[in-house]
């Protein structure tokens, strides 16, 4: 299974940003082997095309599984989780989106709601099966938003709204989150603008309206806490026991005289706030990699690449390495332990001038 091993582990890739119509990115041989190459040990896999795997075959066929699972293991790289981020973004859009977000399903739902976000809640139920399946224990999404035309409160939000909209979150989401609990799978938010989870206090109230699901996860990538001015290492701290993923992707911010965190509807190239890849920005990843390692996290280290400078295969090409050389092994003793004395319980209290007693 590919998920055996324990600890902070990788490189892996997100492959959403790669996949095309060109070998070797058209199929899932294709792009597992040029992962390899590329010196990745295992690829996270988006759900939303039926080239790279067939989620509703997935969740009923375990020899199918087993199949992806060879396929992707011969080419040299392991599964690492799959990803459902459009299909999640479906789970809850306010109307004012509803257009554009009809992209992210079948066309024969467009202009249907409610039916796209059955589909959608759907596709997430396929998603849980299909992960324990595959023997995986985690999965990334993002959890939509119903919130978010109110995320600046102008004009005065009403009364009950907010509260409202994560009490109707909490019912979309609760039965899929109990769908992965019965397969063992944790259901990891990726915390992004544009979401109703995309900040810490977000996430707080979603887990209170959900009262605190154990499988209700954290997909931590710091791009998108720096982008929002959070700070990212004290989200670490603060949320390491929900943390349930981890996505590798830098960025940096530079406000200016003209505009700041809301980027003046100006392209990536000219926003304050730009994604990079790796080394290019500001994120401390040292830091980031220490601290996810003194809390024990137990995932991948997956390269999420997006940059409006450097070219994909560049990116990727220097992602694994970044990856690599910042991966911990965690200490099997304390380092001075060479001068480690005997210790009993008597001999520490004479040590404190107390009276002895019997070990």
Not at 59 to 70: F, H, I, T, V
């Amino acid at each position: 299974m590919p998920n055996q091993s324990t600890g902070l582990r990788g490189p892996a890739i997100f492959l959403a940003q790669f996949i095309g119509e060109e070998a070797p990115f058209n199929t899932l041989e294709g792009i597992a082997r040029w992962a390899a190459e590329k010196g990745y040990r295992a690829i996270q896999l988006p759900t939303i095309d039926d080239r790279f795997i067939d989620l509703r075959k997935a969740a009923e066929s375990q020899a199918y599984c087993d199949e992806l699972n060879a396929l992707c293991e011969n080419a040299g790289v392991v599964i690492s989780e799959l990803s459902t981020h459009l299909q999640g973004q479906l789970v809850a859009v306010h109307p004012a989106f509803n257009d554009v977000f009809d992209d992210f399903a079948p066309k024969e739902l467009h202009g249907q709601p409610q039916a796209r976000t059955e589909w959608a809640i759907e596709q997430l139920m396929l998603a849980a099966k299909a992960s324990q399946r595959l023997g995986l224990t985690a999965h990334a999404t993002f959890s939509g938003a119903l919130l978010w035309p109110f995320v600046y409160p102008w004009p005065q939000r009403p009364a009950g709204l907010i509260e409202e909209g994560f009490n109707e979150l909490a019912q979309r989401w609760t039965p899929i989150l109990d769908a992965f609990d019965q397969v063992g799978v944790d259901l990891c938010f990726e915390i992004h603008p544009g979401e109703d989870l995309h900040d810490g206090a977000s996430f707080e109230r979603f887990l209170a309206a959900v009262d605190h699901h154990r499988r209700a996860k954290i997909l931590y990538d710091p791009s998108h806490l720096l982008l929002q001015q959070l700070d990212y290492l004290g989200f670490i701290d603060q949320y390491h026991e929900r943390i349930g993923m981890f996505h590798v992707k830098d960025a940096e911010f530079t406000p200016n005289a003209r505009s700041g965190v809301y980027g003046g509807y100006q392209d990536w190239m000219e926003r304050p706030g730009r994604f990079r890849s790796l080394g290019d920005g500001q994120i401390d990843f040292s830091a980031v990699f220490s601290r996810l390692t003194q809390y024990g996290f137990d995932g991948w280290a997956v390269l999420e690449w997006e940059c409006c400078l450097k070219d994909a295969e560049q990116g990727a090409a220097e992602g694994a390495p970044f990856i690599e050389a910042h991966l911990i092994q965690p200490a099997g003793r304390a380092f001075d332990d060479f001068a480690s004395v005997s210790s009993s319980r008597s001999r520490n209290r004479r040590i404190l001038g107390l009276s002895s007693t019997a070990d």
